[in-house]
């Protein structure tokens, strides 16, 4: 009698069919079985029978009982040696029924989920799990809850203490949406302030006895030998201030009823001047409304494009002195060189102009516009051009070792494109008008990767009085460094290549320096244990210098691949929050010391402010930036007779590595809204922000910015242009 229910056999080879994962260790059945749990890892299915490589002979297998059907193992898979769970599971397609099927499935479904979550739940889609009690991760694991209470406690620590200094800054400068605000409110909102989470003790210890070793040790007497300054003749001084005669032409005032303007070199513009009302313009109504929209600054034509500005610390009184360096012309039989190898020595000059402060107690703070910013100092050496100065930010009280007849600026410490760094100490007679982290700490990024820090106290009295620190200083080649070269007590490695800039957490933390590179990688180090105690932040794939510390909300700013501006937490440098959206590619950064406001400088002129604190205290909370100004330059049309010439104009571009200026105008347009921020503009195929940066004139780009760290002109900002060009305002509110 014939069998009523015939045996189904497929015509088709059995191969596995294709299966994806992103877990690279599924095919390995490597599971992550907590060692508190008792299930056990799911068995392979039995294919010894399927398997050719472990049989000697090929010979058809006993009818299955249940299916009847019969399986040769000529027609076993052998697409893989390894059998997985789910290859097993497509051969038994053949023979298996749709219920028994789906039971396999929802086993197989079930074993997975054991494995990689034991307790048997499933969290539900977009929280995250807490981590085991076994579980051991470097870092803070990521708050559930952002904006909470573990938020702040994982961005400023534990210690009740860290969050009460943070809620402190938050409800003092929270409500300064983009500029700082001069004085105080009735509540105590606004106004200036140093970081709370400072330590009175040690600000005073570091403006008292860390300075013993300048007043008491020599260290004042021994760097006024090195230095060997004297006073030049106007003669003589010509050839350190290759400025030249070339006036710079600006179209400056309200929109609409722009003039232009000349300025020649080391002179001043009054910005007061240029937005006074005409007499006899409009009613009394409108006058008053256009005297209210008058700026209380000055614009400097410094001679070349801004290499470097600083303002110097310590200045409680009402001058306020600001150290410029500039990009000059070098000599003719100077020799181009790059950045990565040093410059003969050539000469060039640091500026330093003093601005006056008004001397009223209602109005304290506010920049005198009856008294024009003088060019105190000129600064002349014969070291190559400075391409990087700063002053020393360490906190000093006055002494009564203080000279009756000049005025102790500060230490200036510099970098020369003869490769070396040099700490100078700035002074002016009475009659006449880098990143630190210690008071007595200089730290300095070189072209191989290294970072070195001196401690001046204990190089000063080591460096012989024959220094190169001198005004007629030899050049490089004949200075033997065993001599009268100090050696740096730290030098380590940080990074694969160039050092591009760095900056420490003084005075609240002294031993964290950030260093950014030429890899891409912005580095925190702890100084005391640099091989060990260190971590690397997310990878950039654009070069930028730009980076400054921000102490009221512990962190440090930089700019992200594009135009994106970012914040990384001290104590989470891994994580980035973005606050801010240049128009352009980043080119400075400067943080307030004593308010929570940034200046940000793009390529394509602009500089916007804005307070980054509103978006770390809480992720959805609204962020606003406002424009400063914006200033455009466009270079002058060739002549018809050099164009038939067939003049390129390359001595005019600086193309022969000698920083000639070219001829142009500027126009610097100002008075913008403030605009409502939205940190990714989605674009059509495309939701990572703007991928694409626009190449501007050199000359366009803001250079430097700086905000005035003292604590009653806290308000006062510089920003620096390729044109040589450099404004000065007070931005305080």
Same mark, same amino acid.
């Given at each position: 009698?014939?069998?009523?229910?015939?045996?189904?056999?497929?015509?088709?080879?059995?191969?596995?069919?294709?299966?994806?994962?992103?877990?690279?260790?599924?095919?390995?059945?490597?599971?992550?079985?907590?060692?508190?749990?008792?299930?056990?890892?799911?068995?392979?299915?039995?294919?010894?029978?399927?398997?050719?490589?472990?049989?000697?002979?090929?010979?058809?297998?006993?009818?299955?009982?249940?299916?009847?059907?019969?399986?040769?193992?000529?027609?076993?898979?052998?697409?893989?040696?390894?059998? #997985?769970?789910?290859?097993?599971?497509?051969?038994?397609?053949?023979?298996?029924?749709?219920?028994?099927?789906?039971?396999?499935?929802?086993?197989?479904?079930?074993?997975?989920?054991?494995?990689?979550?034991?307790?048997?739940?499933?969290?539900?889609?977009?929280?995250?799990?807490?981590?085991?009690?076994? !579980?051991?991760?470097?870092?803070?694991?990521?708050?559930?809850?952002?904006?909470?209470?573990?938020?702040?406690?994982?961005?400023?620590?534990?210690?009740?203490?860290?969050?009460?200094?943070? #809620?402190?800054?938050?409800?003092?400068?929270?409500?300064?949406?983009?500029?700082?605000?001069?004085?105080?409110?009735?509540?105590?909102?606004?106004?200036?302030?140093?970081?709370?989470?400072?330590?009175?003790?040690?600000?005073?210890?570091?403006?008292?006895?860390?300075?013993?070793?300048?007043?008491?040790?020599?260290?004042?007497?021994?760097?006024? %030998?090195?230095?060997?300054?004297?006073?030049?003749?106007?003669?003589?001084?010509?050839?350190?201030?290759?400025?030249?005669?070339?006036?710079?032409?600006?179209?400056?005032?309200?929109?609409?009823?722009?003039?232009?303007?000349?300025?020649?070199?080391?002179?001043?513009?009054?910005?007061?001047?240029?937005? %006074?009302?005409?007499?006899?313009?409009?009613?009394?109504?409108?006058?008053?409304?256009?005297?209210?929209? +008058?700026?209380?600054?000055?614009?400097?034509?410094?001679?070349? %494009?801004?290499?470097?500005?600083?303002?110097?610390?310590?200045?409680?009184? $009402?001058?306020?002195?600001?150290?410029?360096? #500039?990009?000059?012309?070098?000599?003719?039989?100077?020799?181009?060189?790059?950045?990565?190898?040093?410059?003969?020595?050539?000469?060039?000059?640091?500026?330093?102009?003093?601005?006056?402060?008004?001397?009223?107690?209602?109005?304290?703070?506010?920049?005198?516009?009856?008294?024009?910013?003088? !060019?105190?100092?000129?600064?002349?050496?014969?070291?190559?051009?400075?391409?990087?100065?700063?002053?020393?930010?360490?906190?000093?009280?006055?002494?009564?070792?203080?000279?009756?007849?000049?005025? *102790?600026?500060? !230490?200036?410490?510099?970098?020369?494109?003869?490769?070396?760094?040099?700490?100078?100490?700035?002074?002016?007679?009475?009659?006449?008008?880098?990143?630190?982290?210690?008071?007595?700490?200089?730290?300095?990024?070189?072209?191989?990767?290294?970072?070195?820090?001196?401690?001046?106290?204990?190089?000063?009295?080591?460096? %012989?009085?024959?220094?190169?620190?001198?005004?007629?200083?030899?050049?490089?080649?004949?200075?033997?460094?065993?001599?009268?070269?100090?050696?740096?007590?730290?030098?380590?490695?940080?990074? &694969?290549?160039?050092?591009?800039?760095?900056?420490?957490?003084?005075?609240?933390?002294?031993?964290?320096? $950030?260093?950014?590179?030429?890899?891409?990688? !912005?580095?925190? #180090?702890?100084?005391?244990?640099?091989?060990?105690?260190?971590?690397?932040?997310?990878?950039?794939?654009?070069?930028?210098?730009?980076?400054?510390?921000?102490?009221?909300?512990?962190?440090? $700013?930089?700019?992200?691949?594009?135009? *994106?501006?970012?914040?990384?937490?001290?104590?989470?440098?891994?994580?980035?929050?973005? *606050?801010?959206?240049?128009?352009?590619?980043?080119?400075?950064?400067?943080?307030?010391?004593?308010?929570?406001?940034?200046?940000?400088?793009?390529?394509?002129?602009? $500089?916007?402010?804005?307070?980054?604190?509103?978006?770390?205290?809480?992720?959805?909370?609204?962020?606003?930036?406002?424009?400063?100004?914006?200033?455009?330059?466009?270079?002058?049309?060739?002549?018809?007779?050099?164009?038939?010439?067939?003049?390129?104009?390359?001595?005019?571009?600086?193309?022969?590595?000698?920083?000639?200026?070219?001829?142009?105008?500027?126009?610097?347009?100002?008075?913008?809204?403030?605009?409502?921020?939205?940190?990714?503009?989605?674009?059509?195929?495309?939701?990572?922000?703007?991928?694409?940066?626009?190449?501007?004139?050199? +000359?366009?780009?803001?250079? &430097?910015?700086?905000?005035?760290?003292?604590?009653?002109?806290?308000?006062?900002?510089?920003?620096?242009?390729?044109?040589?060009?450099?404004?000065?305002?007070?931005?305080?509110?």
């Amino acid at each position: 009698m014939a069998d009523p229910t015939p045996s189904r056999k497929s015509a088709r080879a059995r191969v596995p069919s294709k299966k994806y994962s992103n877990d690279a260790f599924e095919i390995l059945n490597i599971t992550g079985l907590d060692s508190d749990t008792d299930t056990a890892p799911v068995p392979f299915p039995d294919d010894s029978e399927e398997d050719e490589d472990f049989q000697s002979d090929a010979v058809a297998e006993e009818p299955d009982d249940d299916e009847g059907s019969v399986i040769s193992s000529d027609n076993a898979s052998d697409a893989s040696d390894i059998a #997985t769970l789910e290859e097993g599971s497509e051969d038994a397609l053949s023979y298996t029924s749709d219920a028994e099927l789906r039971d396999v499935r929802e086993d197989q479904q079930h074993s997975r989920d054991s494995l990689a979550h034991p307790s048997g739940r499933r969290p539900r889609q977009g929280i995250r799990r807490k981590p085991d009690a076994d !579980l051991r991760m470097r870092g803070i694991p990521a708050p559930e809850i952002k904006g909470s209470r573990a938020h702040l406690a994982s961005m400023f620590g534990t210690d009740p203490k860290d969050v009460r200094d943070f #809620t402190q800054a938050r409800k003092k400068w929270a409500r300064d949406s983009t500029l700082p605000s001069r004085k105080a409110s009735k509540d105590g909102s606004g106004g200036m302030a140093l970081p709370f989470h400072c330590s009175m003790e040690r600000y005073r210890a570091e403006a008292t006895t860390k300075w013993d070793w300048y007043y008491t040790q020599g260290g004042k007497q021994e760097m006024a %030998k090195m230095q060997n300054a004297h006073s030049l003749d106007p003669q003589e001084s010509g050839r350190f201030m290759s400025w030249g005669s070339q006036r710079l032409n600006v179209l400056l005032g309200p929109y609409g009823n722009q003039k232009m303007y000349s300025i020649s070199p080391a002179t001043s513009l009054s910005l007061k001047d240029v937005w %006074k009302p005409e007499a006899g313009s409009g009613d009394e109504s409108a006058q008053n409304r256009r005297r209210e929209k +008058e700026r209380n600054g000055w614009l400097l034509n410094a001679g070349a %494009k801004i290499r470097s500005l600083d303002w110097a610390p310590n200045h409680g009184g $009402v001058e306020q002195y600001l150290a410029i360096a #500039t990009n000059q012309q070098m000599p003719p039989d100077t020799e181009p060189y790059s950045a990565f190898e040093s410059s003969g020595s050539f000469p060039a000059c640091i500026q330093l102009w003093a601005f006056k402060a008004t001397s009223n107690l209602e109005e304290q703070g506010k920049m005198d516009m009856a008294r024009e910013p003088e !060019l105190a100092q000129v600064v002349c050496t014969e070291w190559g051009l400075p391409k990087e100065i700063r002053w020393s930010p360490a906190p000093r009280e006055w002494r009564e070792e203080e000279s009756q007849e000049t005025v *102790f600026i500060g !230490l200036l410490a510099g970098i020369w494109s003869d490769g070396y760094v040099r700490v100078l100490d700035i002074r002016l007679d009475k009659s006449e008008a880098l990143s630190s982290i210690y008071a007595t700490d200089l730290a300095v990024g070189c072209a191989n990767g290294f970072v070195a820090i001196w401690d001046l106290a204990d190089a000063i009295p080591r460096t %012989k009085s024959r220094s190169s620190n001198t005004a007629a200083a030899k050049p490089p080649a004949s200075i033997n460094p065993s001599e009268e070269i100090p050696r740096p007590h730290f030098y380590h490695c940080l990074h &694969q290549t160039y050092v591009l800039s760095l900056a420490s957490t003084f005075p609240c933390n002294f031993h964290f320096l $950030v260093s950014t590179s030429m890899d891409g990688y !912005l580095r925190l #180090t702890d100084i005391h244990q640099p091989t060990v105690d260190f971590v690397f932040s997310q990878r950039s794939r654009n070069m930028n210098s730009a980076l400054d510390y921000h102490p009221h909300i512990q962190s440090f $700013v930089a700019p992200e691949d594009s135009d *994106f501006i970012q914040a990384l937490p001290l104590r989470r440098f891994f994580s980035i929050i973005s *606050f801010a959206k240049a128009p352009g590619q980043v080119m400075c950064i400067a943080v307030g010391k004593v308010h929570a406001s940034t200046l940000t400088g793009s390529a394509d002129g602009t $500089v916007f402010a804005t307070n980054p604190l509103r978006k770390v205290s809480q992720l959805k909370a609204s962020q606003y930036q406002q424009t400063w100004f914006r200033h455009e330059w466009a270079p002058t049309p060739k002549a018809p007779e050099r164009m038939q010439s067939g003049d390129s104009g390359e001595d005019e571009t600086g193309s022969n590595g000698r920083n000639v200026p070219r001829e142009g105008t500027s126009r610097i347009t100002e008075g913008y809204k403030v605009e409502s921020l939205r940190i990714i503009k989605t674009e059509k195929g495309n939701s990572y922000g703007n991928p694409y940066v626009t190449i501007h004139e050199e +000359e366009t780009g803001i250079t &430097q910015v700086a905000w005035n760290p003292n604590l009653h002109c806290g308000g006062w900002a510089a920003a620096g242009m390729g044109t040589g060009l450099v404004r000065v305002e007070d931005l305080a509110i």
